[in-house]
Nanobody, 124 residues
Framework: QVQLVESGGGLAQAGGSLRLSCAAS????????IGWFRQAPGKAREFVAA????????YYVDSVKGRFFISRDNAKNTVYLQMNSLKPEDTAIYYC?????????????????WGQGTQVIVSS
């Protein structure tokens, strides 16, 4: 069982930055692909970014490319989501998730473990 805890959310102005963290309890954290998803009010949860277990591969939804950057530190069992040039439409609850299977990075159902989420609010 992998427990994931997100942190770093909060209030930011448009154009500002936030860095989210996802800390995992599992010492075999490096065996999991990690994804970030978000859910805006009244909308379905959507994929944001993912990093492969060994690193060296990242994938982003088009709306955040060039603004958000995902990275991982397996020694610290932590994945980060650096969010720059924030827009009001980035307002959402952000979730990190872990999966042991390969590929299917954008599919919610592929992920085995989920955190509780952290709220991000971007004001205009």
């Amino acid at each position: 069982q992998v427990q994931l805890v997100e942190s770093g959310g909060g209030l930011a102005q448009a154009g500002g930055s936030l860095r989210l963290s996802c800390a995992a309890s599992e010492h075999t954290f490096s065996n999991y692909d990690i994804g970030w998803f978000r859910q805006a009010p009244g909308k379905a949860r959507e994929f944001v970014a993912a990093t492969r277990r060994g690193g060296g591969f990242t994938y982003y939804v088009d709306s955040v490319k060039g603004r958000f950057f995902i990275s991982r530190d397996n020694a610290k069992n932590t994945v980060y989501l650096q969010m720059n040039s924030l827009k009001p439409e980035d307002t959402a609850i952000y979730y990190c998730a872990a999966k042991s299977g390969s590929f299917r990075y954008i599919e919610e159902k592929a992920y085995d473990y989920w955190g509780q989420g952290t709220q991000v609010i971007v004001s205009s």
